[in-house]
C-alpha cells in the first residue's frame, strides 16, 4: 500500500505549506477584519451584518437548513435582521453584557438566530447537547448562572426551572399552542413584536463570546470559555484547512453542542461568508447523501464514524447518489483509520483530510492540507502560527517516534481563557509551561507528521462509546489466574480504536493461548461483550506510579512496539 498520497489538490488556498509556516504571522489576519480600522469589535458584525452590508454577499446564505419537515433558507441579510430582532427580545428580558444565555434545542434555523443574537448583545452563549438529561443540564445551567435559556416546551422537562435560582426567563421555540408558564415566553411571540433595529453591544476582543462544556476525564464537566479573538482562528483555518472559497457551501455535519458544530458549522463558514448548510435529525446515511447531492455540497467536514458506516455501505450510495460535488472533505474528532483514506480517494476522488483539536484549542490545530502530501493514519502538521511538540511528564520535548503527551505552545487566537468558575482546572493545562497539554498521547515522525494515539486519561472510545479502561481492569482482576491488569486503546485499521489489555499473571499460572481465551470467556460471560479486550498480552507486572495508577503511557508503548 502507498503510504503517501500526493496533495489533493495543488490548487489549494494554502498552497506551500512551509513557506506559510517561515513567513506567518497572526498580526496579518487581524487585517482582514473591519475592526482593525474602525475599532469596533463583536463577531457578529463580523459574520453577518458586514456580509449584510456586501450587495455581492447579501444574498448568499448563511442557513441552507433541512429536515424530514421542514426547509428554510436564510441570506446574510435575513440573517442580519433575524438576528437583530433575537436581540431584541434578550433585550426586553434584561440580558445584559456577560450574562450567561444558553439554548438547548435540537438543530433548528432558531438556534443558529440565537447564537448570532447572543453574540450582538455581548451575552455569553452556550449551546448545550440535545441528548444532555436533566442532572447534566442543571449541573450546567448552575455552574454557569444562566439567566435566560432557549429550548422548545418538550425539552423544557429536562429544564429544572425552579431550582435554578439565577434562572429569570426561559424562551420556548415552537408554533401552536405552548402553555406558558410563569417565567416562559414564546419565541414566536416575542420575536413577531421585535424591532428589526439593534444597536450591535461593541466588545473588547477579550471579552467572552462563549461557553461549552466538556466533561472532563473525571468529575464535574468543564465550561471551557472562548472569546471575541477567536475569530482571527477561524477565518485563517477555514480559508487554509476548510479551502474555502467565495463559491463554496459547506457542509459541517456536528452540532453546535459540540464544538466542531459551535466553530466550523457557524462561526468560521459566516465569517468567509459562504452557503453554510446544516440538516437536523439523526444520522441516516441515505437522507445525508441525498442531501449532499441536492444541496451540491462541496465541502464536507464530518467525523470517522460517519465515513466508516458510509464505507461499508458504497455500493449502495454508490448507486443512489451523485456525490462529485464535493470538492473537500475533512474528518475530525476521533482516529480515522487509513483504510477509509485510501477508500475516500477511490469512491469520492478526494482522500479525506483528517484534522486534530479539542474544546479547548478553540481552532484546529493540526491538519492535513489539500496543497501538502497526506500520511494516512496521521493527524498531519501543526497549522502555520502553531507550535506543536511531543513532551515527556516534564514538559521536556522527546526524539521523532517517541511516545509522549501532545502539547501546544501556548498564545494562539483562539485557545480557551478559561474554565468557568475554575482557575485550578484551567492551570492544569499548563503546568508545563509554555506549553499547554493537551492529554492526548502522540508521535512526531522525522517528517514533522503527527499521529495521535488515543488519550492519556483512563477513557477510550470504542465503536463511537466510551468505555473507562480502569472498569476493564476491574473486571479482569476478578479472574482468578489475573494478578494486575492494564488497559489501553490500541489504533485498528478497520475499527479506529480496540481494547487491548497486559496482564500480570499470578505465581504458579503460565501465559497460553487457552488462557487468553478463558480470560475472554470470562469477560464475556460475567461482563459485557463491549468490554471484552480484542488483544491480551502477558507481562511479567503492570506499570503504576506512585500514587498506584496505571502508567498508560507505557502501555501504550507496549501496545504500538515504541520504546517506553
Ligand atoms: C479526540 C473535538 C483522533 C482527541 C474537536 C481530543 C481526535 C478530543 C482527533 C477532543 C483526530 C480530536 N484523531 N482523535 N483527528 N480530533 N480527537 O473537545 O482525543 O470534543 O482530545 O473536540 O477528541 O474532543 P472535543
Known sequence: MENVLPPANPEANLRDYSKACQSFDWKEVEQEFSWHLTGKVNIAYEAIDRHAEDPTRCHRYCLIYEDENRRERITYHQMRDLSNKFANVLKKLGVEKGDRVFIFLPRCPEYYIAMAGCAKVGAILSPLFEDLMEMAVRERLRDSGAKVLVTTPKMAARVPFTELPDLRNIILVGSGNIVLRPGEVSWEEEIARASYDFEIEWMDLEDPLYIIYTSGST?????????????????????????????????????????????????????????????????????????????????????????????????????????????????????????????????????????WWMTETGMIMIANYPGMPIKPGSIGKPFPGIEAAIVDDHGKEVPPLTLGDLAIKKGWPAMMRGIWRDEKRYQEYFSHEPWYISGDLAYMDDDGYFYFQGREDYQIKVDGAMISTTEVEEALRGYPAVADAGVVGQPDPIRGTVIMAFIALKPGFSPSGELQEEIREFMRRYFSRRLVPKEIEFRPEIPRGEDGAVVRRVLKAWALGLPD
Open 219 to 355: 468529575g464535574k464537566p468543564k465550561g471551557v470559555l472562548h472569546v471575541h479573538r477567536d475569530m482571527v482562528g477561524y477565518l485563517i483555518t477555514a480559508r487554509w484547512v476548510l479551502d474555502l472559497r467565495d463559491d463554496d457551501r459547506l457542509w459541517t455535519t456536528s452540532e453546535p453542542g459540540w464544538i466542531t458544530g459551535t466553530v466550523y458549522g457557524v462561526f468560521a463558514p459566516w465569517l468567509c461568508g459562504v452557503d453554510n448548510f446544516v440538516r437536523g435529525g439523526r444520522f441516516g446515511l441515505e437522507g445525508w447523501c441525498r442531501s449532499i447531492e441536492s444541496h451540491r455540497i462541496t465541502v464536507w467536514y464530518s467525523s470517522p464514524t460517519v465515513f466508516m458506516r458510509m464505507m461499508e455501505q458504497e455500493k449502495e450510495i454508490a448507486e443512489q447518489c451523485d456525490l462529485s460535488s464535493l470538492r473537500h472533505i475533512l474528518s475530525v474528532g476521533g482516529p480515522l483509520p487509513p483504510e477509509v483514506v485510501f477508500w475516500a480517494r477511490r469512491f469520492f476522488k478526494t482522500p479525506i483530510h483528517d484534522t
